[in-house]
């Protein structure tokens, strides 16, 4: 089976629901974890905008690297700079992916403002799960 590991600094928005979409699109082929370089907890607002789009992250944590599943994936995607900076040195085996997307924690404003900021990042990941799924099926 094929592995795809979704990094982020923390592990608590960004990932999340990269791990969300990709458990949903990318099929049984694919195992999909995702981890940060450290752990800031699985961020509530991150579930609910998920949940919006009917899928429920809710059960999955924040989770530090696990460099054997590191290794051994056949795709690496970072999705900010600090991750894609500070990844551990993979094999040259594994693909690697940066996607620099806004860390919708960072947001300010009123709620609204910030679930519009969380929305919008969660719709740029699920296009980007989406165009990645594709890509895949054309490298076969």
């Keep these: 089976m094929k592995q795809i590991y979704f990094l982020c600094t923390g592990n608590s928005c960004r990932s999340q629901m990269a791990e969300g979409f990709a458990k949903q699109i990318m099929g049984s082929k694919w195992q999909v974890k995702s981890a940060g370089l450290e752990t ?7 579930v609910q905008v998920m949940a919006e789009n009917n899928i429920d992250i809710s059960s999955q944590f924040s989770k530090l690297i696990d460099t054997d599943f590191l290794f051994s994936s056949d795709l690496v995607v970072t999705l900010c700079g600090d991750a ?3 990844c551990p040195v993979t094999p040259s085996s594994v693909k690697k992916l940066h996607w620099p997307l806004r860390d919708p924690a960072q947001a300010n404003g009123t ?3 910030i679930l519009t900021v969380f929305r919008k990042v969660r719709d740029e990941i699920e296009v980007r799960v989406l165009e990645l799924k594709a890509e895949l099926e054309l490298e076969k």
Aim: aromatic share 0%.
């Design 111 to 113: 709620q609204e403002e």
């Design 84 to 86: 894609r900076d500070r």
């Design 40 to 46: 800031h907890g699985l961020n509530p607002l991150a």
